[in-house]
T-cell receptor
Framework: DAGVIQSPRHEVTEMGQEVTLRCKPI?????LFWYRQTMMRGLELLIY????????DSGMPEDRFSAKMPNASFSTLKIQPSEPRDSAVYFC???????????????FGPGTRLLVL | SQKIEQNSEALNIQEGKTATLTCNYT??????LQWYRQDPGRGPVFLLL?????KEKRKERLKVTFDTTLKQSLFHITASQPADSATYLC?????????FGTGTRLLVSP
């Protein structure tokens, strides 16, 4: 398996523009997670899905952020409009089972480095 | 709120020595802790998981301990090598999601 795939790897945009990040989880994994990593706050969970359904979006910063998972092999994280404080590395991760089912480990993608000017 | 803390200062050690990284948690009793390794420009990679009823877990040169009384986990790398240089993250479960520490950077000098 190719692992979790994310695109683009780097994104530079101007404030106010829409940004769409993409993720393809590992085939057969039922859980998908979106994280944001910054120097100041570390790795933070934004939202996670189980079988394509959003379960917990309490980490989504504000209404400018939205995430979808139209099918088991694809998810998007959209920021509209983007702001300079959104600059960070965004990771997608997937797991076979949920945490409550036995301490399942997560497999991370390479991340998308976003810079909003 | 649940907190998980790691030493933010980088740990510098010499090749061959044992590196010991610390993870402390408060306001919660996690069922298990996980340790991940992150290299620059890459996503975290899972290393070890230890459950609350396990005192110690080993994998090759890696060893993790879990002290529920002290609310602390220690991560050891024995016979460290320059290739072990990376940032190490600990994570605990919090309401069915992983909560990560900010990580400790390890630098192993030849």
């Amino acid at each position: 398996d190719a692992g979790v795939i994310q695109s683009p790897r780097h994104e530079v945009t101007e404030m106010g523009q829409e940004v769409t990040l993409r993720c393809k989880p590992i085939s057969g994994h039922d859980y998908l997670f979106w994280y944001r990593q910054t120097m100041m706050r570390g790795l933070e969970l934004l939202i996670y899905f189980n079988n394509n359904v959003p379960i917990d979006d309490s980490g989504m910063p504000e209404d400018r952020f939205s995430a979808k998972m139209p099918n088991a092999s694809f998810s998007t994280l959209k920021i509209q409009p983007s702001e300079p404080r959104d600059s960070a590395v965004y990771f997608c991760a997937s797991s076979l089972r949920g945490l409550a089912e036995g301490g399942e480990t997560q497999y991370f993608g390479p991340g998308t480095r976003l810079l909003v000017l | 709120s649940q907190k998980i803390e790691q030493n933010s200062e980088a740990l510098n050690i010499q090749e061959g020595k044992t590196a010991t990284l610390t993870c402390n948690y408060t306001n919660y009793s996690p069922a298990y802790l996980q340790w991940y390794r992150q290299d620059p420009g890459r996503g975290p990679v899972f290393l070890l998981l230890i459950r609350e009823n396990e005192k110690e877990k080993r994998k090759e040169r890696l060893k993790v301990t879990f002290d529920t009384t002290l609310k602390q986990s220690l991560f050891h790398i024995t016979a460290s090598q320059p290739a072990d240089s990376a940032t190490y993250l600990c994570a605990h479960t919090g309401f069915q999601k992983l909560v990560f520490g900010t990580g400790t950077r390890l630098l192993v000098s030849p």
